[in-house]
């Protein structure tokens, strides 16, 4: 009965931390989307001014699910490696207009 309990525990961390590293981090996307994406997307500029406010938590999750970027004619994995773009995600759907922490990317 021990080793079931064992077993178990030592899934459930395997589980958790594997979902935490699926996440994404907020704290690298705001600096991924420091790095790659505002100097298209602030005010007046070619990609028109974008920060996690500019969408709620779903319009951000949706955008991010259809994978596609520049109004559909680049994918977003052209733009960012996967990995950032989990990071970049989890910032945006974080601090979107209806998060309990809504910010802009100053």
């Not at 100097?39 to 259809?66: D, I």
């Amino acid at each position: 009965m021990r080793t079931m309990r064992v077993a178990a525990a030592v899934v459930a961390v395997t589980f958790a931390s594997g979902f935490a590293l699926a996440a994404g981090s907020a704290t690298k996307g705001r600096f991924h989307f420091k790095k790659s994406c505002k100097s298209c997307h602030v005010k007046g500029a070619e990609g028109g001014e974008v920060t996690p406010l500019s969408r709620t938590q779903e319009q951000w999750r949706r955008y991010f699910a259809k994978g596609v970027h520049n109004k559909g004619t680049q994918k977003l994995t052209d733009v960012l490696p996967a990995e950032q773009l989990k990071d970049v995600e989890k910032f945006l759907v974080d601090h979107a207009a209806d998060s309990p922490q809504p910010e802009t990317c100053g």
